[in-house]
């Protein structure tokens, strides 16, 4: 069975970015759908042992199952990338990364900012690492698609659904 992670954070602790209410559907409805729909879908098969991030490397995307995978790993992330009073410029290593990988931290900023507010219809905006190497970028991808299928390692994570904030 898979299960829905608890959040990293008091679900109070994001308002007023991000109200109680937003925290109650987009947590407690959308991202517990994607996982209760996952586990309906692996129910007495053997994907039901396997782990999210094999579902997403192996399942063909836009099909049912990756779909319900995905959102429920992406969700997840999307939870560990965001947190109160977090933010702020970076430190260490993703630092020099991400001077190297896009001139400055203000560079990636408006970079990751104009591809997450670009983005038409639903779907994530990503920083991402190439797997075996430092090198960042920023992508995104529609509805339930992951970098993993590409073989990118995500590092951040924006939800560009329109449920993620229509509340608020
Ligand atoms: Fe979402």
Redesign the pocket.
């Known amino acids: 069975m898979f299960k829905l992670p608890e959040l990293p954070w008091p679900k109070t602790s994001l308002a007023p970015h991000m109200s109680v209410e937003t925290i109650d559907f ?1 947590y407690g409805k ?2 517990a759908a994607y996982v209760n729909k996952l586990n309906l879908l692996t129910k007495d098969t053997p994907k039901a042992n396997m782990t999210l991030e094999q579902l997403i490397k192996t399942e063909k995307p836009n099909t049912p199952l990756f779909n319900q995978a995905a ?1 429920t790993w ?2 997840t992330f ?1 939870w560990h990338s965001i947190g109160p009073n977090a933010g702020g410029a970076p430190q260490g290593k993703i630092s020099t990364c991400i001077n190297e990988s896009f001139g400055s931290f203000e560079a990636f900023k408006k970079q990751f900012s104009d591809v997450a507010t670009g983005h038409f219809g639903s779907g994530w905006a990503w920083l991402v690492r190439e797997e075996n190497s430092n090198k960042l970028k920023v992508m995104q991808t529609h509805d339930a698609n992951n970098p993993m299928s590409e073989n990118l390692v995500p590092v951040l994570a924006c ?1 560009v ?1 329109e ?2 904030y229509y509340i608020d």
């Open positions: 987009h959308h991202h959102q992406n969700h999307f939800d659904w449920h993620a």
